[in-house]
């Protein structure tokens, strides 16, 4: 038991030693600063990754409003990289092999100016999920934050309370120290609380422009999907299936026809 109660003793020396670091007023403020400015910097960098993520999606869209004709074998070859010396991110590289996976399912037309025919839709071909255009570990930041804010908030909490400790057994039965520490107390108690604000409100407004990004994201996906269907024409099995039951009806209604 003597080796487990020290080793107990030893983690209860490290928390308190870090908790007694949180001591006074100004500790909080400082640390709140520092929540803030993480967010700030955490925000800028997702936004830059992100834009990033959606550049090649945007660019395979913008050339195809540019051309604004057909899609045809010939402008496919010129839409495996729009622009080669551009500096795409991760991304990119899975992006480039979905489109290219895309072009290589089209049936062209015999005739060069023939549009191209795909057999599945654009829509799931060409998904968000499918470009990999998702948020990734920017999603656990918001819980993160609240999750710092009230750790420190806990480890300020219990160097306040060791402090006022030591402020009551050192004033004795005098009532006006007593009640001086018990003022301190709370005074430095309160303080601690603005770091799990921080905390919280880094979280909102980290919440927020993750559902900026997230709309943003379909935006992208959606524009790409949609400028690709206006450009050829979509035969999946299911319909393929349908036209050559009508064309086997069309033909026994003509047999019947000559027939008769």
Known sequence: ???MASIGASFSEIILGLADLLKGTSAPGAVALALFVA????MLVAHVTL???????RDLTRVLKREQRPITRDLVDGLHMPLPKRNYGFASARQMRVWSAFCD????AREPSGSAASPVEPSQALSREALGLRLGVWRIV?????GVGLVLTFLGLIAALREAGVSITASG???EMVKQALSDLLTIAS???IMSLAGLTGSIVFGVFLKFWEVRLDIVATGLSDEVRKRLDVVTPERALQQLLASSLRQEDLLKAARS
């Open 1 to 3: 038991m003597r080796p």
């Open 39 to 42: 967010t700030a910097a955490m």
């Open 51 to 57: 834009l990033r993520a959606c550049s090649y999606p």
């Open 105 to 108: 399912e089209l049936l062209y």
């Open 142 to 146: 918001p819980g993160t934050l609240v």
């Open 173 to 175: 039965t005098d009532p």
């Open 191 to 193: 303080a601690k609380f």
